[in-house]
């Protein structure tokens, strides 16, 4: 092999490009989504078991019980449970502009989706007049809506976001 054959080959211990252009706002959103999902953690927690409103909805003798509330209460306080978690493991993928990282996005904002689909269609077989588009479920569908919309493209379209997310 000639210098002219190896001139386009990197060295092996070339790091990829520093995070920047549009990946800074990624960047941020990345970087306080497991202390927004601590912080909801925190608030399904006060809200639901602290006040002892778990108690209500799950005691048979209650007059708003219903045999579903266990489940779903469990079923929601795991997810925040597994998502802090996940959502620090992808914050770690970011920094280390790991080659998983996208992957990881794609899979973490996938199951936040059907698992909104999923608490959504719960909540409406135990109150069917309830209304399912509150504050909190709109901002969580916008949020999918720009991380389907606009991140997932741009991880895996982008040259910027290919080059930085290499290893």
Do not use: C
């Not at 080659?99 to 973490?108: E, S």
């Not at 504050?135 to 997932?152: C, E, I, P, R």
């Amino acid at each position: 092999m000639t210098a002219h054959d190896t001139a386009d080959i990197p060295p092996s211990n070339m790091r990829p490009p520093a995070i920047g252009g549009l990946l800074w706002l990624l960047a941020v959103a990345v970087v306080f989504a497991p202390f927004n999902a601590a912080l909801s953690l925190l608030g399904v927690w006060k809200k639901v078991y602290a006040s002892g409103l778990a108690e209500r909805l799950t005691n048979p003798a209650s007059g708003e019980f219903h045999p579903y509330w266990s489940e779903l209460l469990s079923v929601e306080l795991g997810y925040h449970l597994v998502l802090v978690p996940l959502l620090l493991i992808q914050l770690w993928l970011f920094t280390r502009r790991s080659r998983l990282f996208p992957i990881f996005y794609v899979g973490i904002h996938t199951l936040t989706a059907l698992f909104l689909m999923g608490n959504i269609w719960a909540v409406k077989q135990i109150l069917p007049d309830a209304m399912m588009l509150d504050d909190a479920t709109l901002k969580s569908l916008l949020a999918l809506a720009v991380a389907f919309g606009v991140w997932t493209p741009y991880l895996y379209l982008s040259d910027r976001a290919h080059n930085t997310f290499i290893r």
